[in-house]
């Protein structure tokens, strides 16, 4: 049985710094992409990162420079390192598995086939 859980959020003040956590199980971690998406109150669910699984990147706009993405394959655990932090980063953040072991990094919710419960950021200003 696939689980992904995630963990790390909280609250911080703008320009401040959360490492979130996503750990898997249930199946062969390294084989499959993943992806952070987030979804603020009123707002659509948006991908913010995401991870081959051979360990290439991808960024939305508005986290690039500020957001990493990264992966520990001995732990199962998939790492969205965010500095930086600004008010309009608050949402609840999840992580995703991709559907297939056949995967390119991926922005479109529809490419997953697993989901986290999630992990709420606050960030105040």
């Known amino acids: 049985q696939v689980q992904l859980v995630e963990s790390g959020g909280g609250s911080v003040q703008a320009g401040g710094s959360l490492r979130l956590s996503c750990g898997a199980s249930g199946y062969t971690y390294s084989r499959y992409c993943m992806s952070w998406f987030r979804q603020a109150p009123g707002k659509e669910r948006e991908g913010v990162a995401a991870?081959?699984?051979?360990?290439?990147?991808s960024y939305a706009d508005s986290v690039k420079g500020r957001f990493t993405v990264f992966k520990d394959n001995a732990k199962n655990t998939l790492y969205l390192q965010m500095n930086s932090l600004k008010p309009e980063d608050t949402a609840m953040y999840y992580c995703?598995?991709?559907?297939?072991?056949?995967?390119?990094?991926?922005?479109?919710?529809?490419?997953?086939?697993?989901w986290g419960q999630g992990t709420q950021v606050t960030v105040s200003s």
């Open positions: 995703a598995r991709s559907a297939f072991v056949d995967c390119v990094p991926s922005f479109r919710p529809e490419d997953f086939g697993y």
């Open positions: 991870i081959s699984k051979y360990g290439g990147s």
